[in-house]
Structure formats: C-alpha cells, structure tokens
C-alpha cells in the first residue's frame, strides 16, 4: 500500500479557491528569462506551474519575459522550449512580455496622467543615494513634482529616443518613506538603446521587470502566479500597479527554492564557469542544467520523480544531491538495457577452448523490467577480455573473483579456472591463462561445479571500441554558491576520459538518448558527439551512492 501524498500549501490555496467559486479554472505561467538555460532549480518550478493545471484543470503558459536586450539571446528561447518539451510538458501559448510593449507603454501614460509615474532624471547614483536605509525614509527626487503635461512629452521623447541611456527613467510615484524600499518611487522603464531579439530596434525603452511581470500576468489573466521567496517584497508592488491600473486581478504566490548540494543554480555563476572554460558549455553533462542533465543520460521521468519528492515549501533548504541520483539510479534500472562493458581491460586465454571457435551465449537485457527485457545472443571466443580489477594474483580474504587457482563463472556464458598469469618486463600482467568447464555453460550446467564469484567480458574478437567518459560531482564542497571563490572548488576527478575500452558489438548502433546498464560499472548513455567512428558513451551514473561511502570513511 502506498502511502497517500497530502497537498502542498500552494494546492490548498488553489482548491479552496476553486471550491469558493473564485475562479472556474485556474492559469499559471512559466517564466523564464531568455538570458540562460534552464537549470533543475527550474525544473522544480516548470513541474509545480505545469503539474497544478494538470491536476485542477485550467492551463499554463509559456512566457518569456524578454525585457533586457543586452543579455538575451533567440538560442536560449529555443533551448528553453526544448527543455520544457523534453520533461514532458505542453504550454497552451508561447507568449513574450515584448508581444506586450505596447500595452506596457500606455500602462505607463495612464500612471503619469493619474499623477503616480514620474519622469526623473537623475542618475543610478543619484537615485540610490536619494532611496535612505531600512531605518531612514528616502528623499524625494527633485523631478517628482513635474506637471502630467512635462512627464508626458518628456516619456514620449524616451520613446522616440532622444536620451542617452541612463539620462531619464520613469519611476512610480508611491512614498519615499515606505518601510519596503521597493516601493520607495520604483524604477519602471529605463532607456536602452539596444537590439532586442524579437523586436529589433523598434523600441528603445524597456520596462523593468518588476513593471512587465505583473502587468503580462494581468494581461493573460493568469489566477495563480507562483514565484520563489526573493519575490516576497515584490508583491507589495505587484498588487499596487494592479491596482491603481484598474486592471485583472492576478495574484502572486511565493514559494522555496531548492537548492541541491555539490552545485551551483545561480544562472550568473553558471554564466561564468561557461565563460572561463571550466565546463564544455551550458549542456556539459556535470552541470545540473536540463540540458547537461539529458546530454549525460538522466530521464526525465527522474527529474519529475525528484521535483514531486522534494515538494514545495515555505522554507528555503538544502537537497541532498544523492536523492536526485537515486531517483535516477531507480528509474534507469527499469528501462536500461543490460550490456557488457571493460573499462581497464586484461587479456584472458581460455587455453583449452577449441581455437577458433566462436559460438552464442544468451544473456538477459534487462530483467527488470517489466516484461522481463528477454535475452540476446552474445558472442563467445576463447580470447576474451575482462576487467583489471577482477584478478588478483594475491587474494585478499573473501576474494570471489579470479586468483590462481581460483573458478569464477563468466556471466551467462561458463565457469572457468584461472591457472596462471603472464607478466611483461615490468611486472604488469598482460594475460590470464583459465581454463573451462564445457558443461559448466549458464541455462544448462550440469558440471556440478559451483562457482561463488560471477564476472563480466567481452569477446575480443567480436568486440567494439569506445570511449567512455566518467562523470561525478562538479564541486567537492557541498553549499559552493556560499564560498568567495565556488571556483576554487571545482573536483578535478569531475570529468575523466577512459581513451579504450571493449564493448559488446550491438553498442556500435547504440543512438543517444538510448540508456545503459554497463553491467557491474553503471548507467551510460552515447553522447551527441558519438559517431560510429568514434563512439563515446557517458556515464550517467554509479550503480551505487559512492559519495555515501567516502563521506562515512572521512567522518570515521
């Protein structure tokens, strides 16, 4: 039985809300700034706006508040809907706060003629030397008094470009003495001169954020829109442009952000671990934005698992990163298929196979799933090669795997019996010399003979070469957007390249996006680069929480 989930505060809200009669649907939005990928910070919030209307009725839009010329870019627009696509969701209208310039112009006329905007031209400086403390009132500007008539004709002429940048802003006329400092006269358009991505050199003004947000939520009549705590003082000034506007009610609703252990969701930061080279690109597969998340093999069934488990809160807190690996290790033992992969390959000469034979053995893809995966053939020789660290020429205690003298059974293929080693001039084995029990073979043995360590191979004869690329944790810290310098925190063993490895030959058709069980090694995934010249495949993850291993041996 499983255990019933309640509602979050947010889903109380809207069920009481519906319940009362307020609203007959409800309509949420999500907002991304086109300046960035996204990140698993807003994979929580994409599954919270998408998932309420999935589960009350009602739909969700996707805007873009694209009101910053200078950082935005058409690439990341086109990434982010790829990115909301691909967690499996689908918006009822893509929609920009530039389609809605227009509008937001003459929002702003009508505030200058009800005598509560005000065109100022004083300087950034000026401005914030004018704003006081939390504990002093601000002054007033000495251009808050203009008559209707000159701030009309003077934001006309913004418009019309006829300021530099920086000379002239339209601010809010509310109270410089207001206990929230972000209703002390707010900024609401500043002069940009500046191509902007969809509107071209058509405008040379922009609204601030805090003036295209609600305003674009009104617009669309959106009944619930949710945003992360740092929003909390912005409601006060939300709720007061509705207001004196006269316009849709909307309503804002904050909730936590979750942060995640061992990264980094600042989109700044991100920004610059891309500009100094520290990571690939946005989709490097040790970032946690969604692109990087996919490039490096996770699901994005996963993703939405991790999101639902870590819920919405009023608190702002710290997720273990090791429970987003577990909800990926849990969804990819279901769907990854099983296959054999060496890492750090040792030769094994199975002397008294008939030389030159090959012949199939069958071995499960995956037998967790859920019509039991079913089997594939496999091809066996007498040269095959196995892993390093499966022989050890002194055993340690309760050593299974292969030492002289030892048997070990070869998966899904025969038990065999390591008689002997070759080194080369400096000591390092070369080849292990086994020998095999013929009716020891997996699916009909009738040797008698129990082996208690079973190991994995590929046929060297048959087998394909790849890279492999082993991914971990980007940081070594746990909080990194806490410390001075996050990048003197980067983990040098984030990233390392196994040049040469042997693979079963089915993997040489292997597509991305297709998912993995490298048996005993972990979830792997070819990379976008991969090609069937070079074929490369990322590791996605660790069968098991190592990180959960080494943080016990360093408390000890």
């Known amino acids: ?35 960035g990928y996204l990140h698993i910070g807003h994979a929580s919030s994409i599954c919270l706006n998408f998932g309420l209307t999935e589960k009350y ?14 950082t935005e870019e058409t690439v990341y627009v086109d990434s982010i809907k ?33 005598e509560l905007a005000y065109v100022d031209d004083s300087s950034s400086d000026e401005i914030a030397a004018l704003k006081g403390t939390p504990t002093e009132p601000g002054k007033n500007s000495p251009y808050r008094n203009r008559a209707v008539e000159e701030n009309l004709d003077l934001f006309e002429g913004m418009k019309k470009g006829e300021f530099k940048d920086g000379s002239k802003t339209l601010r809010a006329k509310i109270n410089m003495a207001h206990s929230n400092m972000l209703m002390r006269d707010p900024v609401l358009y500043r002069i940009k001169h500046a191509h902007h991505h969809r509107t071209g050199n058509n405008w040379c003004i922009y609204p601030m954020y805090d003036f295209a947000h609600g305003q674009s939520d009104s617009i669309e009549e959106v009944t619930h829109s949710l945003c992360t705590l740092e929003f909390v003082p912005h409601r006060e000034l939300y709720d007061w442009l509705i207001e004196k506007l006269e316009i849709f009610p909307s309503k804002q609703y904050e909730f936590a952000r979750r942060n995640l252990t061992y990264t980094i969701t600042s989109k700044r930061k991100l920004l610059q671990l891309v500009n100094e080279n520290h990571v690939e690109g946005w989709d490097d597969p040790r970032m946690t934005t969604i692109s990087g998340m996919r490039r490096r093999g996770f699901t994005p069934e996963s993703i939405r698992d991790f999101c639902t488990r870590i819920g919405v809160a009023k608190r702002e807190n710290l997720v273990d990163m090791s429970l987003l690996e577990h909800c990926v290790r849990e969804h990819l033992n279901k769907i990854a298929i099983r296959r054999m992969a060496v890492l750090d390959p040792v030769k094994l000469i199975i002397t008294n196979y008939p030389a030159g034979q090959t012949e199939e053995v069958f071995s499960e893809n995956n037998p967790e799933a859920e019509n039991n995966g079913g089997t594939r053939p496999v091809a ?6 196995i892993e390093r660290e499966d ?59 129990r082996a208690k360590g079973t190991i994995h191979w590929v046929s060297a004869a048959h087998a394909a070469e790849a890279e492999v690329r082993l991914y971990d944790r980007l940081f070594t810290t746990e909080n990194p957007g806490e410390e001075e310098d ?46 069937p010249g070079h074929l490369i495949f990322n590791r996605t993850a660790t069968l098991k929480d190592t990180w959960a291993k080494e943080s016990k041996k360093e408390q000890v």
Not at 491 to 519: C, H, M, W
Request: aromatic share 14%; hydrophobic share 35%; proline share 5%.
């Open 1 to 35: 039985m499983t255990e019933e989930k309640g509602l979050n505060f947010i889903e109380d809200i809207v069920e009481e809300d519906l319940k009362n009669g307020k609203y007959n649907r409800i309509v949420t939005r999500f907002p991304p700034e086109p300046n």
């Open 57 to 70: 009725g009602g739909y969700t839009n996707l805007r873009f508040d694209d009101t910053n010329p200078v």
């Open 82 to 114: 790829e990115d909301v696509k691909w967690l499996g969701f689908e918006w009822k209208h893509e929609l920009y706060a530039s389609d809605y310039f227009g509008t937001l112009y003459q929002f702003a006329i009508d505030l200058i003629k009800k």
């Open 380 to 385: 066996f020789s007498g040269e095959l090669w």
């Open 391 to 449: 022989f050890m020429e002194t055993p340690a205690k309760k050593w299974f795997r292969l030492a002289p003298g030892a048997m070990v059974r070869l998966k899904s293929a025969y038990i065999v019996k390591c008689e002997d080693c070759v080194k080369d001039n400096e000591g390092n084995i070369t080849a292990i010399h086994c020998t095999y029990i013929p009716e020891s073979k997996s699916g009909n043995d009738v040797s008698g003979v």
């Open 486 to 531: 996050f990048t003197s925190y980067i983990n040098p063993n984030s990233f390392q390249i196994v040049k040469k490895t042997y693979i079963e030959s089915s993997l040489r058709d292997a597509a991305e996006g297709e998912k993995f069980q490298f048996i005993r090694k972990g979830y792997f995934t070819p990379d976008k680069l991969s090609s």
